[in-house]
């Protein structure tokens, strides 16, 4: 057996070469999580500076309301914008937060504004190299923003299906198929036979009926009262945009009886508008639950040819003193209106007189129809029938009179009961709607769905539902 010495010189080395091994080690370990909390450091600096430029943008935009709301001849004629405008966002407890680049765009139609467009972009003073931008359209709340608006008791029956808000100033019988929020402005209402109520219900509650989503139904709600009062609709103040703006104007179609003239407008995918004068039509007798027992002149037997015009782009207001048939395909927004706003012995109706389509269904396209008295669909339309866009009837009501078959033409006996009608937008009507009857007359299916394009991008001088402006369409780019 051998002897062999322990060699301490190995021994330290081993020693020195574990100790450095431990040592880088732990330097690595060191590194990574010095590393790790620097990063971590640094991304919540980023984070609070983020965080920070979000909250001053948004500074920007309330401010910028604030200095529109205190400067209204911005809103009237842009008169008074500054753009852009930087606003500095203070720290209560010294110093600034940081600051806001504000640039605002108005939409103008015939001079007159019709919304603002707000880019706000904010920074933090502690770092400005991540910025935010935010985007809001300041407007009143436009009519489109409801499938129908009524201003009168209404029963909306069962044959209907309904996509949008619903509201009426007076109360409601649902018994529709709907999807949104369903309003009255009355706690109670007389409901009788004529409302679908059987027996009597002298208080009925504001909404009531078999619709099928009644936890959707709210009363009593504010009114919505601005579609059909003078500051709603100035149709003096609307004549003279359209006379001295560059808009469209006609003025009575002739010196025949009101029931026997008119303009027929029949719009083209082209941007254009073929504009006929009406100079006679026949009449039937009708009945209507606003004015009763009635006669409507409606069928066009006489036009003659006046012009094929393309609309407008800086001013798509057509005024027309005078009654107006509406159809076709519409591109670009438009607003026709049909009033005699300096004689108080007529009050024009506007007549659906066939389908109305828009050339594309991405927001760029749009019809808004203000008619003095009445929007009516005539006794002689499609058997399926499409129509998109807003139609007002400020001081009558919208929809489709009452034809007795007993009394007709053999020929247009047919026309009496249709199919089907599709609205696409807004129907606001003064007096009571209605477009199908209780003995199976008028339209079997209706489908009434709002237009979410319209409702925050309405076409020029669309009637709004409230008088106070706010922020729609906020996102942040």
């Known amino acids: 057996m051998s002897n062999k010495k322990f060699n301490l010189k190995d021994s330290r080395g081993i020693t020195v070469l574990l100790v450095l091994g431990f040592v880088g080690v732990f330097a690595i370990i060191l590194g990574t999580v010095s590393s790790y909390v620097l990063t971590q450091g640094k991304y919540g600096r980023a984070i609070y500076a983020r965080e920070v430029a979000l909250h001053v943008a948004e500074a920007g935009l309330e401010y910028y309301r604030w200095f529109l709301n205190k400067n209204p001849s911005i809103m009237t004629a842009g008169v008074g914008l500054v753009s852009p405008h930087t606003y500095t966002v203070n720290d209560p407890e010294g110093g600034t937060l940081g600051s806001a680049t504000v640039t605002a765009t108005p939409n103008m139609q015939c001079g007159a504004v019709q919304w603002v467009d707000l880019t706000s972009e904010g920074v933090a003073s502690a770092n400005s190299t991540f910025p935010r931008r935010l985007t809001a359209r300041y407007i009143r709340p436009s009519v489109g923003e409801y499938s129908y608006v009524v201003n009168t008791n ?102 025949n009886p009101v029931n026997e003239r008119g303009y027929r407008l029949i719009f083209t995918a082209a941007g254009t508008v073929g504009i006929y004068r009406v100079n006679s039509t026949d009449g039937y007798a009708s009945y209507s639950t606003q004015y009763g027992d ?13 012009a094929t015009t393309t609309i407008p782009s800086t001013c798509s207001l057509m005024f027309f003193q005078d009654r107006v048939w509406i159809e076709g395909t519409v591109n670009g927004k438009v607003t026709v209106v049909a009033a005699t706003p300096s004689d108080s012995s007529t009050s024009p109706d506007v007549y659906l007189n066939n389908n109305i389509y ?115 369409l906020w996102r942040e780019q």
């Open 358 to 472: 828009y050339a594309a269904y991405d927001g760029t396209d749009g019809l808004t129809v203000i008619a003095e008295r009445n929007v009516l669909l005539p006794l002689v339309i499609p058997n399926t029938m499409e129509i998109h866009g807003v139609f007002i009837a400020s001081a009558g009501h919208y929809g489709r009179d009452y034809f007795w078959t007993s009394i007709l033409p053999p020929n247009l006996d047919q026309y009496v009961t249709r199919n089907q009608l599709t609205t696409v937008g807004t129907v606001v009507s003064n007096g009571r709607t209605g477009t199908s009857w209780t003995d199976g007359t008028g339209f079997t299916n209706r489908y009434d769905y709002y237009d979410q394009q319209l409702a925050f991008s309405p076409p020029p001088f669309t009637p709004t539902a409230s008088t106070d402006y706010g922020f729609t």
């Open 294 to 306: 009635t006669e409507e002149h409606s069928i066009i037997t006489g036009q003659t040819w006046i």
């Open 154 to 255: 209404v029963w909306a029956g069962a044959s209907r299906t309904i996509r949008g808000p619903y509201h009426s100033n007076g109360g409601i019988r649902m018994d529709a198929t709907h999807n949104s929020d369903v309003t009255s402005s009355v706690s109670t209402w007389n409901c009788n036979s004529d409302y679908n109520c059987s027996p009597t219900q002298s208080s009925a509650p504001g909404v009531l009926g078999i619709g099928s989503n009644p936890a959707l139904w709210t009363y009593p709600t504010p009114s919505v009262t601005i579609p059909f009062s003078a500051s709603g609709v100035n149709f003096t103040d609307l004549r003279t945009k359209a006379q001295t703006q560059g808009g469209i104007y006609y003025g009575a179609a002739s010196t």
